[in-house]
Structures are given as C-alpha cells and as structure tokens.
C-alpha cells in the first residue's frame, strides 16, 4: 500500500523557518515526481511546489518563490520543504502528494493520486 | 498563470439527484484538468484525471467532460457520502492552479 506521512509542522513566530518532511512507502520512489499543496484554515487547495522525479526539476507558486525550497532524499524516501521568511499568511495545513506519472517522472501534466494526511503550520507572534 | 473559475460555489441537492460542477480555464489546457473530492477533516482524494478519466476505485457515477476550456464534473446519482467540497486542477502549465471548491451540502 502507498503512503505517505509528513511532519514537521508547529507554530513558528513571523519570519522564522520550518523544515517540512515527507516519508514515502510502497512506491519506487524516484519514479514519480511529488508536490506540497497546502489549504489555509477554511480555504481551498492551492498549489505551491513540485519536484520530480530525479530532483533537478523544480517549481514553485508565486506565493511561495524565493521563500521556499523543495526538495527530495530519494535515498531515503523523503520529501522535504524548507520554508524561510514565513508569514502569518502561511498558516495552513500543507499536504504532500504523489503525482501519477503518467507521463514521464518531470510530474508535469499529473495528477495528485495519493495524498499524505497533512501537517499544520502555524504562523503566529 | 493560468485561472481556474469554478461554479458553482455551493450546491444544495438530495440524494438521488445529478450534479454538475463546472470549471473555466482562463487560457488553453488541453485535456490536463483533474477533480478531487475533500470530506471535511480529510485530505483530497481524486476522482478525474485528463479531463474524462476515472481514478480506479472511483464508483462510475462521477464523470468528467470537455469542451474548449470548459471542464465539467457530474454526479450521475448522489449518495449520502458524496456531499463533500469538489475541486478542479489544471496540470498542463505551472504555476498549476485549482478551483476555487465547490461545497455540496444536503438539501
């Protein structure tokens, strides 16, 4: 069965960093490029960063450029999003997800089919 | 980027019913859009992919549609667990975007 568990979220003061982490299993994980989408309270999903398969492809959400970086241990199964400059607007529960592929491993043109159950990040003085 | 403008934003219905959840892209996608569902508390799930696609598992009362740059989601008969908040995806160009949800609620 796939999965996938992410961490690493809390409450973290404006400005400040958290590093979130993504542990895979069932899949050969660098077959597939994954993404983070995250879901303020109350609020609909929004798309903020994908990565594939390999790690050299990366992209990110206006929102989020400059300020986040993802990446990926594919040694270890693990996903990463390091997130710097935090803001009060990024309080959300920040999903990890596994892209089909479908297509190739740059996980362009995918889908989401399996989904992590969320870690909250709390930005907050 | 591309917009995704999805309608409606809420819809009341009853079980039995048929549904339809539309979302317009603001530029050409071709055929990449996807649908999810999302109960409360929960992470999405999909449904759709490519547009007319159904995810395996997925019951065969969800289906998906195209024409142009308008996508449709439809629930041919709603069940009790199928009132949940919907949402369109656009996987053709990054920044990818979703929909802005559509809640269903019971009637």
């Known amino acids: 069965e796939v999965q996938l568990l992410e961490s690493g979220g809390g409450l973290v003061q404006p400005g400040g960093s958290l590093r979130l982490s993504c542990a895979a299993s069932g899949i050969t994980f660098s077959n597939y490029a994954m993404a983070w989408v995250r879901q303020a309270p109350g609020k609909g999903l929004e798309w903020i960063s994908l990565?594939?398969?390999?790690?050299?492809?990366?992209y990110y959400a206006d929102s989020v450029e400059d300020r986040f970086t993802i990446s990926r241990d594919n040694s270890k199964n693990l996903l990463y999003l390091h997130m710097n400059s935090l803001r009060v607007e990024d309080t959300a529960v920040y999903y990890c997800?596994?892209?089909?592929?479908?297509?190739?491993?740059?996980?362009?043109?995918?889908?989401?089919?399996?989904w992590g159950q969320g870690t909250l990040v709390t930005v907050s003085s | 980027d591309t917009q995704m403008t999805q309608s409606p934003s809420s819809l009341s219905a009853s079980a039995g019913d048929r549904v339809t959840i539309t979302c317009r892209a603001s530029?050409?996608?071709?055929?990449?859009v996807n649908w999810y569902q999302q109960r409360p508390g929960r992470a999405p799930r999909l449904l759709i992919y490519?547009?007319?696609s159904r995810q395996s598992g997925v019951p065969s009362r969800f289906s998906g549609s195209s024409s142009g740059t308008e996508f449709t989601l439809t629930i041919g008969s709603l069940q009790p667990e199928d009132f949940a908040t919907y949402y369109c995806q656009q996987s053709y160009s990054t920044p990818q975007t979703f929909g802005q949800g559509t809640k269903l609620e019971m009637k």
């Open positions: 990565i594939s398969g390999g790690g050299a492809g990366t």
């Open positions: 490519a547009a007319t």
């Open positions: 530029r050409f996608i071709g055929s990449y």
């Open positions: 997800a596994k892209t089909t592929g479908d297509y190739d491993t740059s996980g362009l043109y995918d889908a989401f089919d399996i």
